[in-house]
Structure formats: structure tokens, C-alpha cells
């Protein structure tokens, strides 16, 4: 699969990418609309702190996909959905006060994890630790 990745600041390339993997509590989501905001020419110019951002990385935190696979009690394969774009990790003290959204381990999928700017993403949704696939219905 090939996607645009940012290597370091200032420099990005169309790359040829290993298909992602499903591990446990994950599901495979086909990207089919991704926002580009201002956030994400900033991790392409290296101006947001390096504490918050894995290079190389694929960008695309904001984006709509169809779920490749059934994921119980969420949605079922070919469906539309939404993908937050933090990944709680349950146990800090924010996720347990439920406050996931700042969740400090800085776990973003565009950020820290490949984002929708591949044909394929693999996204956490494990429910004890917090949900990031949503049904558009």
C-alpha cells in the first residue's frame, strides 16, 4: 500500500507500506474521506513538539472510514465510522477520571500511529480503556 510519509520536518515521500496488522482489541478501517488541517502541515514542518509526534509517520487524525471487519456491539463490516484520533490508554490519571481526550500518553493515530492517509489503518477499540470507532448511522 503506498502513502505519503513524513520522515522528519521538512521532509515527506510516497512510500510503499507493509499492509497493517490486527492485534487484540483492534479492527482494520479503509480510510474514505481525511481531513488536512493546519495541524497537520505543523507535524510536516516540525513545529509541534517532538514529545507529541513518531517520525516516520503517515498523517491524518481527522477521518471518516468503512470498517473492514465486524467489531461487536460497534459495527458491522462495510459500515461507515468515525475515528477519534486520541487512543486512551484507560489507566492515567485523566482516562480514570474519564477524560480520555486528555489522556497522557500521547497516543494519537496521525500522530504517534499511522494515520488516514493510508489505505488502511488499524485502530484500538477496546472498551475498558476507551472508545474510538463510532457508527455513522
Not at 510536516?44 to 472510514?65: K, M, N, Q, T
Not at 480514570?96 to 500511529?113: D, P
Request: glycine share 10%.
Amino acid at each position: 500500500m503506498r502513502a505519503p510519509v513524513v520522515r522528519s520536518p521538512h521532509d515527506v515521500a510516497l512510500e510503499t507500506l507493509a499492509e497493517p496488522t490486527v492485534g487484540e482489541d483492534e479492527v482494520l478501517v479503509s480510510p474514505l474521506l481525511a481531513g488536512v488541517c493546519g495541524t497537520d502541515l505543523e507535524l510536516i514542518d516540525g513545529s509541534i513538539a517532538p514529545a507529541y509526534v513518531r517520525c516516520p509517520l503517515v498523517h491524518g487524525h481527522e477521518w471518516v472510514g468503512q470498517i473492514l471487519d465486524d467489531l461487536p456491539g460497534v459495527a458491522s463490516r462495510a459500515e461507515r465510522v468515525i475515528v477519534e484520533g486520541i487512543v486512551p490508554c484507560g489507566d492515567c490519571s485523566e482516562c480514570q477520571i474519564g477524560a480520555t481526550s486528555l489522556c497522557t500518553t500521547h497516543n494519537e493515530i496521525g500522530f504517534t500511529r499511522p494515520g488516514a492517509g493510508a489505505l488502511r489503518s488499524d485502530v484500538t477499540d477496546d472498551e475498558p480503556r476507551g472508545k474510538v470507532v463510532f457508527a455513522l448511522t
